[in-house]
């Protein structure tokens, strides 16, 4: 039992979720039965077999929901399961996770997609909707099984090589054609790599400094500008993963200005996080659990960032959540694995991004980090707003404390945080999916 | 002083002008009949080398030695960088072996900062990626003090290969601090793109930089950096930006050329040029073994110069 829910029953009768501010600002009563929400207003009163949830000065949100997620299973079930991922992402509000394709084997066959998507199934922490990888073992050479994907019961929609880009002109220009046939987007890791062979970190003063190999900003932008031509000369979707620098940011302002289906997406990290802290931060220098890819950027990147998120350039927020265990950060930078978890701060991080510096509300924050990925993964179940009748996917957000991060209490395998001690707001309260907690209290139920 | 030694930048004037003023007496003392000194007797010094580099270890070693510490070579070249297994498992063996020092030389950037959060000894960086080798800064200080006297105002050309050199990056910050005026000077591919923000000038132009500087240290061109298109081919770069009899001749008369080592000669340095009375290529060497004594001694706080012998 926990201190916010009362009476025994369960949930099994439903919940009445009271005092919680809807986006409109107001705080008002919820009650959730039968996994959808069964009514809306001030002074509800619960059925007698319904739980109560006291919610006062909590922000009630969709479901988050998640473009890009590294569930690492199956292959590198040291880092990460689909089962201890999914309790992260229930812990960080999200009830719906895309799954990356980089797994070993690669989720490049109706087979491996369906097998991630009944795994996720299974944990039932929250939805696990598998990403297929768009050629054949991430090798850039031919085009993966794309309509069996669609087709399996996992039903694909968003397909990336993420990790590795799509860098062939014609295969990209092909891919983007061929999953117009099932209304799939391609998502592209943008990075051009004969620009970036040996790169380290951003190219700029600290990488010159410090002597690592530059990864020139141009290196993302150039693709980016290629891969939104080709999306416009086949008149199909794309969506950019991962925008780091101004210059992509401009390029995607320009894309959206002609009309064209481009869509983006901004890691949390990305948005509070500069190169500098690899050469000066409180865990010292060339310390990886700064190695991200795409690699952090300066202040001015981060402030443009900020910007087109705020502006809807940058359509939602996605956490490019990347498990590694222990001993692929314990070493020499060069030898590092690239990447940082994000699931259970993300939230934390956009307030302090976002939110608390007024460029969004929690309107916008919806937008962003529910109705937007969804809508771009074509999740018919998820992303949708808090009214009668809809599913009962709902995140229960605390956005008044504020405390050090400790990630010993994280739920994912992995504890690759760059946040260990750093104060940031907000916490998750309670997270519903269809009606059923997976989280209460801060806790998974 | 700070405990470790592993950028240039570490070094405050008082710190550098410490380690030089260090260096000279321990000249000096090398001048007599004998060499040894027992100042850091009982004291470890490892050198740990995850990449070849005999010349620098060699240097290492001689300098531990001259000053009675004992001194284990670790050789874990082999280990690559691309598995990172042990740096840290290596590091918790030399915290267990009591090291007082770890010599450390690696082909990963930033090693040496690592290691330093792993240990309790002292570190001193012996070459780290294309990052920084602050004890080669220091011995080119040193030897170009002794032939000139302070470096105050000198105008230092560093030619070559700045991108990836740690002797450049190491010679530019410690030139800084003691009030030199260094000018880089490489064709464009062989600057970072953030040279603009370093404490020197940069060039392009080896013939324009040639007849104002005190001192040209030439630097090290791989010749692989060509097959990268860094530059067209050997003949061009050597044309462009290689240090011949012609050009010598352009320096002024006192003016003093250097190379950290291995030279190409032929490529970056002609021969004729690297034996000329002008080049204190043999002296660097031996240099370093004394600007190194100087950095051990006062990092490990060894007993009193001059006291003993
Ligand atoms: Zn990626």
């Known amino acids: 039992m926990n201190d916010r829910t009362q009476n025994s029953a369960g949930g099994r009768g439903g919940f009445l979720i009271r005092g919680a501010r809807l986006l409109g600002g107001e705080a008002t009563d919820i009650l959730v039965r039968d996994g959808v929400v069964a009514a809306i207003g001030r002074g509800l009163q619960a059925p007698g077999d319904a739980e109560v949830v006291e919610a006062a000065g909590l922000v009630a949100l969709p479901g988050l929901v998640d473009l890009h997620t590294h569930l690492r299973e199956p292959g590198r079930e040291d880092a990460e399961t689909v089962a201890t991922g999914t309790r992260a992402a229930a812990l960080g509000g999200y009830t719906a996770v895309h799954a990356m394709a980089n797994t070993e084997p690669v989720a490049d066959t109706a087979g491996v997609v369906e097998q991630v998507w009944r795994l996720g199934q299974e944990a039932g922490h929250c939805d696990v909707q598998p990403v297929g990888a768009v050629t054949v073992g991430l090798a850039g050479e031919s085009l993966a099984e794309l309509g069996a994907m669609a087709d399996s019961a996992a039903r694909v929609r968003v397909f990336s090589d993420d990790g590795k880009c799509v860098s062939d002109a014609v295969l990209m220009r092909r891919a983007l054609e061929y999953v117009k046939a099932f209304d799939g987007v391609i998502a592209q890791h943008a990075q051009e790599p004969r620009l970036t062979v040996g790169a380290q970190m951003n190219e700029g003063a600290v990488s010159g400094r410090l002597g690592l190999t530059g990864w020139p900003a141009v290196a993302e932008e150039a693709v980016i500008a290629r891969d939104c031509l080709l999306a416009a000369h086949v008149g199909s979707r794309l969506h950019v993963c991962h925008v780091s620098t101004a210059g992509s940011v401009e390029i995607i302002r320009w894309a959206k200005s002609k009309g064209w289906d481009v869509t983006a997406e901004v890691t949390p990290h990305h948005l509070l996080l500069t190169d500098d802290l690899v050469e000066d931060s409180p865990v010292g220098s060339y310390n990886p659990i700064y190695k991200v890819n795409p690699p952090l950027r300066t202040h001015a990147d981060v402030q443009a960032l900020r910007e087109a998120l705020a502006d809807g350039t940058i359509d939602c927020v996605a956490t490019d959540h990347a498990p590694h265990p222990v001993e692929d950060k314990e070493t020499e930078w060069a030898a590092a694995a690239m990447g940082m978890i994000g699931l259970e701060t993300a939230l934390p991080v956009v307030q302090e991004a976002m939110v608390d510096t007024g460029l969004l509300d929690w309107a916008g924050v919806a937008e962003r980090m529910s109705y937007a990925p969804a809508r771009i993964g074509r999740l018919t179940g998820h992303g949708r707003p808090i009214e009668v009748g809809e599913p009962a996917n709902i995140t229960l957000y605390d956005p008044a404390v504020r405390a050090a991060v400790d990630p010993a209490g994280y739920a994912s395998k992995s504890r690759n945080t760059p946040y260990e001690g750093r104060t940031l707001p907000g916490r998750v309260v309670a997270t519903f999916l269809r009606g059923r907690p997976t989280v209460l209290d801060g806790k998974l139920a | ?309």
């Open chain 2, 1 to 309: 002083m700070r405990r470790h030694l592993i950028s240039a930048a570490d070094l405050s004037r008082d710190d550098a002008l410490l380690i030089l003023d260090t260096a000279d007496e321990l000249a000096k003392i090398s001048e007599r009949s004998i060499k040894k000194l027992p100042t850091l007797r009982g004291r470890t010094v490892v050198n740990l080398f995850f990449e070849d580099s005999t010349r620098t270890r060699i240097s290492f070693e001689a300098a531990a030695k001259r000053l009675s510490a004992d001194v284990i070579n670790f050789s874990a070249k082999g280990s690559s960088v691309s598995k990172g297994e042990s740096l840290k498992d290596t590091a918790l063996t030399l915290e267990a072996m009591g090291a007082d020092a770890v010599v450390i030389r690696h082909s990963a950037s930033g090693a040496p900062h690592r290691l330093a959060g792993w240990v309790r000894g002292s570190v001193v960086n012996a070459g780290d990626g294309t990052h920084e080798h602050p004890t080669q800064a220091l011995l080119d200080a040193f030897t170009m003090r002794r032939r000139l006297g302070s470096l105050e105002g000198r105008r230092v050309a560093i030619v070559g290969d700045v991108l990836h050199s740690r002797v450049a990056r190491s010679n530019v910050l410690l030139l800084a601090t003691l009030g030199a005026e260094v000018t880089l000077v490489a064709p464009p591919t062989l600057f970072p793109v953030s040279v603009g923000s370093w404490p020197c000038e940069f060039s392009y132009d080896l013939d324009a930089v040639l007849p104002k500087s005190d001192v040209v240290m030439m630097l090290r061109v791989q010749r692989e950096r060509m097959n990268a298109a860094f530059f067209p081919t050997e003949r061009e770069y050597s044309r462009r930006y290689g240090l011949d009899r012609d050009r010598v001749a352009r320096m002024p008369d006192h003016a003093l050329v250097m190379h950290p080592g291995p030279m190409n000669r032929g490529m970056e340095i002609a021969a004729e040029v690297a034996d000329s009375p002008r080049s204190t290529i043999v002296e660097q060497v031996a240099n370093g073994v004394t600007a190194r004594m100087a950095v051990l001694y006062l990092l490990l706080g060894g007993a009193e110069l001059g006291g003993e012998n």
